[in-house]
């Protein structure tokens, strides 16, 4: 059960950081580059 809980945390955080840099990293000028 606590492990679990510990993966859940840190999908959570990882989540967290990966929308924070993501949001950093400028999203439009990112998708531009795609397109």
């Known amino acids: 059960?606590?492990?679990g809980v510990?993966?859940?945390l840190?999908?959570?955080i990882v989540f967290l950081?990966?929308?924070w840099y993501f949001e950093?990293?400028?999203v439009d000028?990112?998708?531009e580059d795609i397109q």
Request: glycine letters at 6%; charged letters at 5%.
């Open 24 to 26: 950093y990293l400028n």
């Open 29 to 31: 000028a990112l998708i």
């Open 10 to 12: 840190l999908i959570v």
């Open 17 to 19: 950081v990966a929308a």
């Open 6 to 8: 510990i993966i859940l």
């Open 1 to 3: 059960m606590g492990k």
